[in-house]
């Protein structure tokens, strides 16, 4: 049976939703998952989204997701693709529906021209990291992610900067 890899579409909010909410219990993260339904249908399907969804299929059944955006890089000069999520289901791991996904955003990635794709896995995720390694990506040693939420988002952004 072979993998398709489709753009998510209307409808897909609920699939789209299970698959985060699955990846969340495997990253140890549930407690994490604020998204909801009306959420993904407000960014994925807006008017002009900034971000968006492929959907890996077996025999018409949805079985994976990969789920991204456009970054840039101003050393590249050029635009890249931040792949946030990439999701398949236990039980369809090891059957080529992870590649098919990535395969398929490195296409979206080839034809707007961008300078490259980067993700981030969590550091524990050994088989994670063996098959990013399995398709030549290289582990970005040296560089730490910083994160802002919350509280401390809206503090910044309320204070008078530059003034």
């Known amino acids: 049976m072979s993998i398709t890899v489709r753009s998510a579409k209307t409808g897909d909010e609920a699939t789209i939703l299970g698959f985060i909410n699955e990846l969340a219990d495997y990253e140890k ?3 994490e998952v604020v998204a ?5 249908s407000k960014t994925l399907f807006a008017d002009q989204p900034k971000v968006f969804a492929l959907i ?9 997701f990969a789920l991204y955006f456009f ?3 101003t050393f590249l000069g050029k635009h890249g693709i931040y792949l946030e999520d990439l999701y398949v289901q236990k039980n369809h791991r090891g059957g ?5 996904l990535l395969s398929a955003l ?3 990635a080839v034809e707007n021209d961008c300078g490259r794709m980067e993700w981030s896995v969590l550091d524990w995720n050994a088989p994670s990291i063996a098959f990013y390694k399995s398709l030549d990506a290289e582990p970005m040693d040296g560089w730490t992610t910083f994160r802002l939420t919350g509280a401390p988002l809206k503090a910044l952004a309320a204070q008078n900067a530059g003034n």
């Open 96 to 100: 080529g529906a992870g590649k098919a």
């Open 29 to 31: 993260l549930s407690h």
């Open 56 to 64: 890996a299929e077996r025999s018409g059944v949805a079985i994976g």
């Open 106 to 108: 490195a296409k979206v």
């Open 36 to 40: 909801t339904t009306d959420h993904l």
């Open 71 to 73: 970054s840039y890089s």
